[in-house]
């Protein structure tokens, strides 16, 4: 094991003694009491009713997949842009036919009405 | 403008061109994806078929050009060492389109007897196909990585793509999850592996590990091989890994399975022993540095042994074919495990076992997606009964199909078995061999069981037996079995090309 | 097309003549199995009636008679050129596929070995060919019946006439699957389906035995073709003592694939269920041809079991025990079929005595021999059974010597040649076996001695048992229904003529293989003719002088005894108030027997047993070999129970395959980790 990573292993050590030791004193020492409303979960006050797991439209998923979809594309794009004049045309046709594909595909969600949130 | 195109081809002369094929697929993906999203008509579904089929010729074409001499100095490293454009490439370029049309044909007119009302299937086959080729085609682990993904996201989501079934789904979710462990599995050992050696290419893995003494050297490199065998072996369905074949190939749409377990199946094994071959394993001084050999002995063993005897207990067909190609997977594996010792000849063993059997899965799955019906059809094998005097064609497909998957000569099956066999016997690990053929002893039962049921039983009522009507899926199960029992009588030129293809990768360099 | 026979150099000639011997049935399947049906379909569409019948006995007869002119005209070629030459004819049709050293091609030999076997193939064949057309008159798929049988000699030639291993394996595969199909002929009946199964499953067994021989002698030879493997055999670089366990092994593997294909000792249970078939295709196939294959394979290697006297003393002592073992099952077969099938498993005993002593020629010449006699025997109880409308117990026969007096004689004279009476075929042949088994000295001492006397006790139960189904069959009274009485009738000419030319070969056919003690010291054709075949390992083996003419007496004095002993029990009062006594007082010998000793049970108790988890392990770590051979019913049942195991691991739920995926990883990382490190 190389000495250096040392420090880093002590450190994970000390975190996990905080943690188990702070946990550990507060269960020992405050005092325990439960009732039925400490028992529930927090609610701001207002009674909790319904299940836990709520079904979520798809459209959200959807919205969120395009979303990191297009987001790439600007972590692709922004460093080409920066450096455009000394990359050149080679990474100029390269980065149209990417845009070129991304656009068929925005073409392609737009079409099958995915962008609409209305039915 | 002139000066745009040799400014273009200032990264490498060779670079563009080397892809051609596998650019024409994807052009054709992103295109036929289009189509689809703006045609609503579905009647005009099959167009968009016989668009894909048309792309892929091209690329088939463009591929021949390649294989015939457009291509200087085959092996040699394009797109800045990431990738590659040898014999092997090109030979699984023509395995992976073949195997794309096949499944097209197969699916034309069966996909709206199945209820699917989505012309996407055509774009999604093509992005799979690309996924392949340009995985094979890599010499870098990510690359390797990003053709993975490519071809499996889209077979996720083909396999749910019959939404009305439960079990459809249940195949989607359950391939999509365990597919995503196992990406995990590549990634982290992708990882690891360039922790160890700071690099990710192929050949830059040979070299770190001839320099600096082996896989022994380094526990991190021994744990990363150890997750890129894991992910691999989930692909091509070697036990333990295998568990999600019978449920997902039985779900999906049978033209699904058929290019899954054909064109997938092979794709993971000629990747897996690119990698291992030329990433692990060096000639001359072997057996200190890899231990992987033994390892996918093993697990031939567990495959073969688990695939047959529960293929054995099964009555459904398509589940009884998904666990025979659990068991197949088994044999291929065989030969990879030879490879170390027997060389060239284990490797080409298991690429002849491939393309064998992928030729046979499209006769047996095509059979049976010629009788799968949304409501009804022919599901087990007693189904089956009588089918050699009332569909005489499919029987005799079907007959063909089983005598090659038994591996009784003259078909392909025989022909690969007696390779990887052989490759076995060579690499002195003759045991190995003994549990195959004891195994192939077996499998016999279950195969003969559904000539039995077709020739020699009749059916208990007056069943309904009639195919769908679809001159395309004729076409196709006509083709690989004609394929299937040619390549057996005359397996020349398909061996000579399996040999040129592999042959390169055990030159001493 | 042009025939050319071409010197190649050597004793090799070139004579692509060779290849029209098996392609003529191969064609003749190919019309009476899809081009008569089709045409039949379109003339039923458009004409409204079907094609004749008889078209398809003429194409399948006409393509029988056409491969056995080919072969005629290639054996009378051989015989043309000068004997001491050695000359081979080959024919290379083309490159099958090649894998690093080993070659294989579709590659036709035929030598002085071969063509003994071509013409009792294609000669018997096209006879039974002629008897068929009779016998199978009243069948409704006649077209498939004669498909099959063109099928079936198709790759028998292709066994014989293979130059290689593989090849060979081609046509042994290919015959199995014809005699599937034929044994399963009426597959309505399911004990017929299954008998066909039987018989399939259990030579698949042997194969994996071919199999395994095949693939230890590519390791020791480098080669699978004949010729190649007698040039390394011969080599003086190759001696089995730097191999000294793994020629054996190869040789008796490649035995246990003879044992599957010729029904010995332990796998010879599915012979008798095979005479479910129809009763020319059990004298073609199961008596006549296919079963010797193992015979034959044996000879054609014997360059090969020349250098092993273990496995050679496997096969003799196999074939000995076989021998007798087969012939007291015959005893109280009430069946006639099921007589002479015990019959056949006695016989092929006899054979594999001879090749296991080294005696090469003498069991080509019992093979023949017996493929007259046997033949003869068969088709004689077809046309009885013919006459009696598909009556096959003896119980219910007797008498019919009156009413079939062609068959009658045929049979008797057959008869004559099985129990070894000089003169007739049998006596010469298989007299010649018990000497050879006595004089020679190329097996482990003292096993010839032993094989010698159970030979002797063999041919004493032949030759009762068979004069028992003759006497029950056709002498005494009569205990057939009235109803059936007024049918029998002798059968048709076509049947009754091959009966005669079959009886004329069972009695003349010894003359071919005369014995040296005969005064004069006639020629003895047949040994002299396969000479060349035989000749590089004739000069390693070793034979000592005895008297023959003391064996001839002896080898008469027992058959004779053998026939005046049935003939007291089956024709004397007196002597069948004895045997019913006997019968009383040994009641236990005589269950055991007639329920031929319980084999098939035993099979079945065997593998019933094994299921326990215990026996299964034992199974797997004690003896692969002995689950081949005792396993052979059961072989199902115990994978079936295995295949449930594997799918209880199949539960549905995909937590529980991550977790397997993530074990798996985990010991597949820590046996890496062992290896590496």
């Given at each position: ?6 420090p880093?292993l002590?450190?994970?050590a ?5 943690a188990a ?13 439960p009732?039925?409303?400490k028992g529930?979960?927090f609610?701001?006050?207002?009674p909790?009713r319904g299940?836990?797991?709520q079904?979520?439209?798809?459209k959200?998923?959807?919205v969120?997949i395009l979303?990191i979809l ?11 842009a920066i450096?455009?004049?000394?990359l050149?045309?080679l990474?100029?046709v390269?980065?149209?036919i990417?845009i070129a594909?991304?656009v068929a595909?925005?073409?392609?969600v737009?079409k ?5 949130w209305?039915e | 403008?002139?000066?745009?195109f040799?400014e273009l081809?200032?990264l ?6 080397s892809i051609?094929p ?13 189509i689809a999203?703006?045609?609503?008509d579905?009647?005009r579904?099959s ?12 690329a088939?074409a463009?591929n021949?050009?390649?294989w ?8 040699r ?11 092997l490439?090109?030979?699984m ?9 096949l499944a097209?044909?197969?699916s034309?007119?069966?996909i709206?007897e199945l209820?699917?009302e989505?012309?996407?299937?055509y774009?999604?086959i093509l992005?799979a196909?690309?996924?392949?080729m ?6 870098d ?14 077979l996720?989501?083909?396999c ?10 249940e195949?989607?979710l359950?391939y999509f ?7 995990g599995?590549?990634l982290?050992?992708?990882?690891l592996?360039?922790g160890a050696?700071?690099?990710?290419s192929?050949h ?5 590990t001839m ?6 050297a ?24 295998h568990?999600?074949t ?5 779900g999906?749409p049978?033209?699904?399975t ?8 092979a ?6 022993f690119?990698?291992?071959?030329t990433?692990f394993f ?17 697990l031939a063993?567990?495959?073969m042994?688990?695939?047959n ?5 099964t ?5 009884m074919?998904a ?8 044999y ?6 030879a490879?170390p010792?027997?060389?060239?000849d ?16 499209f006769?047996?799955f095509g059979?049976?997606?010629a009788?799968?019906k949304?409501n ?17 064609f ?9 005598f090659?998957l038994a591996g009784?000569p003259?078909t ?5 078995k007696?390779?990887?066999f052989k490759?076995?016997?060579e690499?002195?690990i003759t ?7 004891l ?5 016999v039962y ?6 039995v049921?077709?020739y020699?039983e ?5 069943a309904e037996q009639?195919?769908?009507k ?5 076409l ?5 079995t ?5 390549v057996?009588?005359f397996p020349k030129?398909?061996?000579g ?7 390169p990768?055990?030159?001493?360099k | ?10 004793n ?16 003749g ?22 094609l ?7 194409t ?7 491969s056995?002119?080919?072969?005629i ?8 050129l000068?004997?001491?030459d050695?000359?081979?004819?080959v024919f ?5 596929f ?8 579709v ?6 070995l ?11 064949g096209?006879m039974?060919?002629?008897y068929?057309?009779?016998y ?10 004669f498909?099959?049988?063109?099928l ?5 030639l292709?066994l014989?006439?293979?130059?290689s291993?593989?090849?060979m394996?081609v046509g042994?595969?290919?015959v199995g ?13 399911s004990e017929k389906a ?10 698949r ?9 095949m693939f ?10 004949f ?7 011969a080599?003086s670089?190759?001696s089995?003592a730097?191999?000294?366990w793994?020629l ?8 246990i ?7 010995q ?5 599915w012979?008798p269920?095979?005479?479910a ?6 004298a ?6 296919m ?7 044996i000879?054609r290697?014997?360059?090969v079991y020349a250098?092993s ?7 003799a002592?196999?074939?000995a025990?076989t ?18 099938a ?5 016989q ?7 090749v296991?002593v080294?005696?090469?020629?003498v ?7 017996h ?21 096959q117990d003896?119980r219910k026969?007797g ?10 004689w045929?049979y008797?004279l ?7 009476i000089?003169?007739?075929s049998?006596f ?5 076996i018990?000497?050879k ?11 010839g001695?032993v ?5 002797l006790?063999?041919a004493?139960?032949?030759a009762?048992?068979?004069f028992?189904?003759?006497f029950?069959?056709f ?5 057939a ?10 059968s048709?000419r076509?049947?009754?003529a091959?009966?005669?030319i ?5 009695t ?13 010291h006639p020629?003895n054709?047949?040994e002299?003719w ?15 002088e ?9 080898s008469?004095?027992?058959?004779l005894?053998?026939i ?5 029990f089956?024709?004397t009062p ?11 007082d040994f009641?236990s010998?005589?269950?055991?027997v ?8 035993f099979?079945?108790f065997?593998i019933?047993k ?15 070999f002995?689950?081949d ?10 994978t079936y129970?295995a ?7 199949q ?22 980790a062992?290896k590496?490190g």
């Amino acid at each position: 094991m190389p000495a250096q990573y040392y420090p880093m292993l002590m450190i994970i050590a000390l975190a996990g003694l905080i943690a188990a030791s702070m946990l550990t004193l507060a269960t020992l020492m405050g005092p325990y009491r439960p009732s039925k409303q400490k028992g529930e979960p927090f609610e701001c006050g207002s009674p909790s009713r319904g299940s836990l797991h709520q079904r979520f439209s798809v459209k959200f998923y959807i919205v969120a997949i395009l979303f990191i979809l297009f987001d790439i594309e600007i972590v692709f794009i922004y460093p080409w842009a920066i450096q455009f004049m000394s990359l050149g045309m080679l990474a100029f046709v390269e980065m149209m036919i990417f845009i070129a594909v991304l656009v068929a595909g925005l073409a392609y969600v737009w079409k099958k009405g995915a962008l609409e949130w209305e039915e | 403008m002139p000066g745009m195109f040799s400014e273009l081809a200032k990264l490498d002369n060779w670079s563009q061109w080397s892809i051609a094929p596998m650019a024409i697929v994807f052009a054709g993906a992103v295109a036929t994806t289009l189509i689809a999203g703006f045609v609503k008509d579905s009647t005009r579904r099959s167009f968009i078929g016989q668009i894909s089929i048309f792309c892929l010729a091209i690329a088939a074409a463009v591929n021949y050009v390649q294989w015939t001499g457009g291509w200087q100095d085959p092996g040699r490293l394009v797109w800045a060492g990431s990738m590659t454009l040898d014999y092997l490439t090109m030979l699984m370029n023509f395995v992976f389109i073949g195997c794309a049309i096949l499944a097209i044909l197969i699916s034309l007119n069966t996909i709206s007897e199945l209820g699917i009302e989505y012309g996407e299937f055509y774009p999604l086959i093509l992005f799979a196909t690309g996924g392949m080729m340009c995985m094979v085609q890599a010499t870098d682990l990510l690359m390797i990585f990003i053709g993975l993904e490519v071809m499996s996201i889209p077979l996720y989501i083909m396999c749910g793509m019959r939404r009305s079934q439960d079990r459809s789904a249940e195949s989607s979710l359950k391939y999509f999850i365990l597919g995503a462990l196992a990406a995990g599995f590549l990634l982290y050992g992708v990882a690891l592996t360039y922790g160890a050696t700071g690099v990710t290419s192929l050949h830059g893995i040979q070299r770190w590990t001839m320099e600096n003494g082996g896989l022994a050297a380094n526990p991190l490199l021994t744990a990363g091989l150890a997750l890129i065998l894991a992910g691999f072996a989930f692909k091509i369905a070697l036990a333990p890994f295998h568990m999600w074949t019978p449920d997902v190939y039985e779900g999906a749409p049978t033209f699904v399975t058929a290019f899954m377990s054909a064109a997938v199946k092979a794709a993971g094994f000629v990747t897996l022993f690119r990698i291992l071959v030329t990433g692990f394993f060096q000639n001359g001084y072997t057996a200190s540095l890899v231990g992987w050999g033994e390892i996918i002995a093993i697990l031939a063993v567990l495959t073969m042994t688990i695939g047959n005897f529960s293929a054995l207990v099964t009555k459904n067909v398509k589940r009884m074919l998904a666990w025979s190609s659990v068991a197949h997977a088994g044999y291929a594996a065989v030969g990879l495990a030879a490879a170390p010792a027997a060389g060239a000849d284990g490797v080409g063993g298991v690429l002849f076992y491939v393309i064998g059997y992928a030729l046979t899965s499209f006769v047996s799955f095509g059979v049976v997606a010629a009788f799968e019906k949304q409501n009804g059809g022919l599901s087990q094998v007693e189904d089956y009964r009588g089918l050699g005097y009332s569909q005489p064609f499919y029987a005799f497909a079907m007959t063909v199909a089983m005598f090659a998957l038994a591996g009784i000569p003259p078909t392909v099956g025989f022909l690969g078995k007696w390779y990887v066999f052989k490759a076995a016997v060579e690499a002195n690990i003759t045991w190995l061999a003994v549990i195959g053929v004891l195994n192939s002893l077996v499998s016999v039962y279950y195969y003969l069981r559904v000539v039995v049921a077709m020739y020699l039983e009749s059916p208990e009522e007056q069943a309904e037996q009639e195919p769908i009507k679809s001159s395309a899926l004729w076409l196709a199960v006509l083709i690989s079995t004609v394929l299937t029992i040619g390549v057996g009588l005359f397996p020349k030129k398909p061996l000579g090309a399996v040999e040129k293809s592999v042959s390169p990768m055990f030159v001493k360099k | 097309m042009q025939f050319t026979l071409q010197h190649l150099g050597g004793n090799e000639y070139s004579f692509n003549l060779l290849y029209l011997i098996p392609l003529f049935p191969l064609l003749g399947a190919a019309i009476n199995g899809l081009l008569w049906p089709l045409l039949n379909r379109i003339t039923l569409v458009f004409a409204e009636r079907k094609l004749p019948r008889g078209l398809v006995h003429v194409t399948a007869v006409g393509a029988m008679a056409a491969s056995a002119g080919a072969a005629i005209i290639a054996f009378l070629k051989l015989r043309g050129l000068p004997l001491s030459d050695s000359p081979v004819f080959v024919f290379h049709w083309w490159d099958w596929f090649q894998a690093g050293g080993l070659k294989v091609a579709v590659a036709f030999r035929y030598d002085q070995l071969t063509a003994v076997m071509c013409l009792i193939i294609t000669c018997i064949g096209a006879m039974i060919h002629v008897y068929s057309i009779g016998y199978m008159s009243e069948e409704e798929s006649y077209n498939r019946y004669f498909t099959y049988l063109n099928l079936f000699v198709f790759f028998m030639l292709i066994l014989v006439m293979g130059d290689s291993l593989p090849l060979m394996f081609v046509g042994w595969e290919g015959v199995g699957l014809a005699s599937y199909l034929l044994i399963g002929f009426w597959f309505e009946d399911s004990e017929k389906a299954s008998a066909g199964k039987k018989a399939f499953i259990v030579n698949r067994v042997g194969d994996a035995g071919y199999l395994l021989g095949m693939f230890m002698l590519f390791v020791l030879f480098g080669t699978l073709n004949f010729s190649e493997l007698a040039d390394k055999a011969a080599a003086s670089g190759f001696s089995p003592a730097d191999h000294p366990w793994m020629l054996s092994a190869a040789l008796i593997c490649l035995f246990i694939g003879a044992a599957g294909k010729s029904a010995q000792i332990p796998l010879y249970v599915w012979l008798p269920d095979a005479m479910a078939g129809p009763t020319p295709v059990s004298a073609l196939i199961h008596a006549a041809t296919m079963v010797t294959a193992g015979v034959y394979m044996i000879a054609r290697l014997n360059f090969v079991y020349a250098l092993s006297p273990a496995a050679m003393t496997v096969v003799a002592g196999v074939g000995a025990a076989t021998a007798l073992f087969a012939a007291t099952m015959g005893f109280y077969q009430n069946d006639i079929k099921k007589v002479l099938a015990y019959s056949t498993v006695s016989q092929l005993g006899f054979m594999f005595i001879a090749v296991g002593v080294g005696a090469w020629w003498v069991g080509i010449f019992h093979l023949m021999t017996h493929a007259f006699f046997k033949a003869c025997l068969f088709l004689g109880a077809g046309s009885v059974i013919h006459g009696m409308h598909h009556e096959q117990d003896m119980r219910k026969m007797g008498g019919l010597k009156s009413y079939m007096p062609i068959t009658y004689w045929t049979y008797f004279l057959a008869t004559l040649a099985i129990a070894g009476i000089p003169p007739f075929s049998g006596f010469f042949s298989k007299d010649e076996i018990l000497y050879k088994a006595w004089t020679g000295g190329n097996i482990l001492n003292p096993a010839g001695k032993v094989i010698f006397f159970t030979g002797l006790l063999a041919a004493l139960c032949t030759a009762f048992y068979m004069f028992r189904s003759v006497f029950m069959t056709f002498h005494g009274e009569s205990r057939a229904d009235e109803h059936t009485r007024e049918q029998i009738h002798e059968s048709p000419r076509t049947m009754t003529a091959v009966l005669a030319i079959l009886a004329f070969l069972a009695t003349s056919g010894g003359f071919l293989g005369l014995p040296h003690w005969i005064p004069g010291h006639p020629a003895n054709v047949l040994e002299h003719w396969l000479e060349p075949v035989f000749a590089q390992s004739a000069g390693s083996l070793v034979f000592h002088e005895a008297n023959g003419f003391l064996f001839a007496v002896i080898s008469v004095a027992v058959a004779l005894s053998g026939i005046l002993l049935a003939r007291y029990f089956y024709l004397t009062p007196a002597g069948q108030q004895k045997a019913e006594a006997w019968r009383q007082d040994f009641n236990s010998i005589y269950t055991l027997v007639q329920n031929k000793y319980y084999v098939d049970e035993f099979y079945d108790f065997a593998i019933v047993k094994t299921i326990h988890a215990f026996s299964v392990l034992l199974w797997r770590i004690a003896d692969a070999f002995l689950i081949d051979t005792v396993a052979v019913n059961g072989l199902a049942q115990i994978t079936y129970y295995a295949g449930y195991a594997f799918r209880a691991l199949q539960t549905g739920n995909v937590q529980r395959y991550a977790v397997g995926m993530i074990a798996g990883l985990a010991v597949l990382a820590a046996v890496l980790a062992a290896k590496g490190g």
